[in-house]
């Protein structure tokens, strides 16, 4: 079944957003640097990493600096993390009184055990009034500035929220809903469910969906779009070491956007090492710049090493020195050594990149499965939910 989207681009309320394209927030990966690496490739929405919302209501340093966008970032895209409607309705009013976002998404996808087992991320649609509460607090809050919910399909295969979910968000007025094809259960391992994604956007005709889960190329992204009928695509691990992805997707989007049924080949950029170093290169200059500090830089670009020269021949001595670059002149000594000219390797440099790892049991609050209303100590466990500035 055919379900190609006819829409010009995503429509975020005044927000028309010509490549329907999101930057998937990840913590630690999507700050202001990567993402304005990547919008030097391709168009899109780019969203900051996930911002607990106490945090941002106590004005803590971390946490105003991470919802911090550069002047070139026309569209400020912010998303929050919490697990109480009081709190939340005071991050977004903040947020839109100062003037620091023009885009508010709410993460309840994150299946990291130290989110779900305070009851927070993927494991919080479970309690259905809690839910409701929240997204209309933030809705509310948020006035006339877009506000969009990210999340699961649920918490496992015997307990999924993502149909009910997706309808009470878009009832209390949401702009788009964006679904990852996992459970929390699933964490990142075997295929999205690309499936239940259809569905969502089959139940949910009258608000924008979009897609997320296994969109490692610009093929992935329309072969999604064609097999769905989802309004554009979430992108996460997959541009993990590869910014150019999204001139990939721009490209391709391009075409799709004219003519949905067109069987254009799609030709990515196959960048040979040298390109490939002067990405990396150019991330870890923007790193200095967003942390004020090349030390800091230098450590934060290390865990990067791997995602951008996966499959390029570069040896382990190479890899080894790289990770512990400590300035970037100790950073060109190191480039200086490859062999710029190696072309692209094909498939090694392709495919699956970031955090895998089996399916596990969802870490949850005692009891949490019982009742879809908190019960008992579970408000008690959720104010735990919020101790950090980053929930992921």
């Known amino acids: 079944m055919t379900l190609a989207s006819t829409k010009p681009a995503l429509q975020y309320g005044k927000i028309a957003i010509a490549t329907p394209v999101v930057l998937a927030p990840m913590a630690g990966i999507t700050n202001t640097a990567f993402r304005r690496l ?5 168009g899109g929405l780019y969203v900051s990493e996930m911002v ?15 919802v911090g966008h550069h002047p070139s970032e026309e569209v400020r895209s912010v998303q929050l993390y919490g697990v109480d409607p009081k709190t939340i309705a005071e991050a977004v009013t903040m947020l839109v009184a100062e003037n620091r976002a023009d885009h508010i998404d709410l993460n309840f996808g994150c299946p990291v055990p130290k989110v779900t087992r305070k009851g927070g991320g993927a494991a919080l649609p479970w309690k259905q009034d809690l839910f409701g509460s929240i997204v209309n607090a933030a809705v509310k809050a948020a006035g006339e500035i ?7 399909k649920g918490i496992d295969a015997d307990h999924l929220t993502y149909i009910e979910a997706g309808k009470a968000a878009r009832d209390a007025g949401v702009t788009a809903v964006a679904l990852h094809g996992r459970t929390a259960s699933d964490y990142y391992s075997g295929q999205a469910d690309w499936s239940a994604i259809a569905k969502l956007r089959e139940a949910l005709p009258d608000v924008q969906v979009l897609g997320n889960g296994d969109i490692w190329s610009a093929g992935d992204a ?15 691990r997959g541009c993990l070491g590869r910014p150019w992805l ?15 049924n067109s069987d254009a080949a799609i030709n990515p950029i196959q960048p040979n090492l040298g390109e490939v170093a002067d990405a990396f290169k150019r991330h870890a200059e923007l790193l200095v710049e967003f942390f004020e500090s090349e030390m800091h830089a230098c450590r934060d670009i290390r865990k990067h090493v791997a995602w951008y020269f996966k499959g390029y021949p570069v040896g382990g001595e190479f890899r080894a020195a790289l990770s512990q670059v400590e300035s970037l002149d100790h950073m060109d000594e190191i480039l200086e050594t490859l062999d710029r000219s190696q072309p692209y390797p094909g498939e090694e440099a392709e495919g699956p990149r970031g955090r895998l790892g089996g399916a596990k049991v969802c870490a949850l609050p005692e009891n949490w499965l019982q009742s879809r209303e908190l019960v008992g100590d579970q408000r008690k466990v959720l104010q735990e939910a919020e101790l950090g500035v980053s929930g992921g």
């Open 222 to 236: 329309i072969r999604m779009m064609r097999e769905t009928g989802v309004d554009g695509v979430v992108v996460g």
């Open 146 to 152: 877009p506000l969009t919910i990210k999340m699961r």
């Open 52 to 66: 607990t919302s106490r945090a941002l209501v106590e004005r803590t340093e971390e946490s105003l600096r991470l």
């Open 246 to 260: 999204f001139g990939d997707l721009q490209a391709a989007f391009d075409e799709y956007l004219r003519n949905p």
């Open 38 to 42: 990547c919008r030097e490739f391709g």
